[in-house]
């Protein structure tokens, strides 16, 4: 196996089973390496640190897959996807996330299962090389019945990955994929729905939510496909006004509410910036509202600038709720800590004029766990909060 050695002290964070090798502490490389090959990782005095898989794209130039030095090949994907799906708890008919990349030692794999499919994102030039494995181990596992790829994120331009998407293991399924939480049913489009085509991070805050919305007038920001908004409807809101700027998005979450039997709530394809201004302009309150926007910094670089946006909306918000009212805010950015976010909050309650108390620290569902030596994983963080009189 090609040799990867390290500049002197630049093996510590692996010491401590941190899982990239950013190209700055890389010394060189023995041996020939093509995209996603596997490679020995060694200190500078020789001392071997793990097998990781090469992105020669990549700031990240190296994802470790093992602390141990073994043959990474379909067997070693196999473990690791059946471990994975093991640990996950989730009825035949529910959404579920099966592997979550680095919390899973499977850097760069995602793959949710919605009833009996799986739709699986491949981010990283390792994953990349081994899907022919990887969906083989998918296919394999009980119940599923057919694996659809859907690698067009971002993120593979910087491994220097083309999009790729379609179905990998199995037949086509006969209509939309669908999926229950806390009771609903939801239709999941894994061909054209952002993500894999459905925020299962979010089932236990929209399962919360659920039980803050009776007899209460809801707001909810960035609905994409409904699912704050039906589990406001569930929980016995007295009204519900939901907002996405994606036609798409609304029609999903409109056909969803249908497929649950429940009507009343207002769809406004518009764009929240404008929207919260133009309800604060004519005097709109409401009780409860949720702010859950896309990734605004997708890394530190993008803090500042995220910031002020998280901060915009936050401010109107905080102006737009009753005393006694709840904020339900979000930030999915993973350049913006959980401590960042809190500050950013608190500016925009101080500037709104609002004592607003915490009552609820929020992450993504356990299915979505982090590791303990990459804090990296933790993107998702929220806050409930209560405005006082
Ligand atoms: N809360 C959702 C997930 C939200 S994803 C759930 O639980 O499933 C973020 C959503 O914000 C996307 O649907 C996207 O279309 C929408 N969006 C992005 N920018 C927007 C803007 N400026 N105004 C309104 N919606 C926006």
């Known amino acids: 196996m090609p040799v990867l050695i390290l500049k002197p002290g630049r093996e510590k964070s692996l010491k401590r089973h941190h899982p990239w090798i950013f190209s700055g502490a890389i010394a060189k490389v023995e041996g020939q390496l ?141 209509g939309p994929l669908t999926v229950r939480e806390h009771g609903l049913e939801f239709a999941v489009d894994a061909e054209q729905g952002h993500k894999t085509g459905f925020y299962l991070d979010q089932r236990d805050n929209r399962g919360l939510l659920r039980g803050l919305a009776k007899g209460k007038a809801v707001l909810d920001c960035f609905c994409y496909s409904g699912g704050f908004a039906l589990n406001a409807l569930a929980g016995g809101a007295t009204s519900v006004t939901a ?26 394809e518009a764009d929240v910036f404008q929207s919260l201004r133009k309800f604060r302009d004519a005097g709109r309150k409401f009780d409860l509202i949720v702010l859950d926007p896309p990734k605004f910094a997708p890394t530190a670089a993008h803090a500042e600038k995220a910031a002020r946006a998280y901060k915009d909306i936050n401010l109107l918000a905080f102006k737009l709720l009753n005393t006694g009212g709840r904020l339900m805010t979000y930030s999915c950015s993973g350049g913006v800590s959980p401590d960042l976010f809190q500050k950013i909050i608190a500016g925009a309650a101080l500037d709104a004029g609002v004592d607003a108390r915490i009552e609820h620290w929020l992450h993504a569902s356990a299915d979505h766990p982090v590791v303990m030596n990459f804090p990296e994983g933790e993107y998702l963080k929220g806050l409930v909060l209560q405005v006082q009189a």
Do not use: C
């Not at 999903?252 to 039997?261: G, L, P």
């Open 34 to 174: 093509k995209l996603g090959d596997s490679v020995a990782l060694q200190s500078a005095d020789g001392v071997f640190l793990g097998v990781a898989a090469y992105s020669p794209d990549s700031q990240i130039r190296a994802r470790v897959w093992d602390w141990t030095p073994r043959d990474i090949d379909a067997a070693f994907f196999a473990e690791r996807i059946r471990h994975a799906a093991a640990l996950r708890q989730a009825a035949a008919d529910e959404g579920v996330r099966l592997i979550h990349g680095e919390s899973d030692g499977l850097p760069g794999v995602v793959a949710d299962r919605y009833a009996d499919s799986v739709v699986l994102q491949l981010l990283s030039a390792g994953a990349e090389r081994w899907r022919g494995a990887i969906a083989d181990a998918l296919a394999a596992l009980p119940g599923i019945a057919r694996v659809i790829e859907r690698s067009d994120a971002d993120v593979r331009e910087l491994e220097g990955l083309p999009s790729q998407s379609g179905l990998l293991r199995g037949e086509a399924a006969a």
């Open 243 to 268: 907002i996405d700027s994606s036609g798409p998005a609304l029609a999903a979450a409109q056909a969803n509410a249908a497929r649950n039997r429940l009507s009343g709530a207002e769809w406004l």
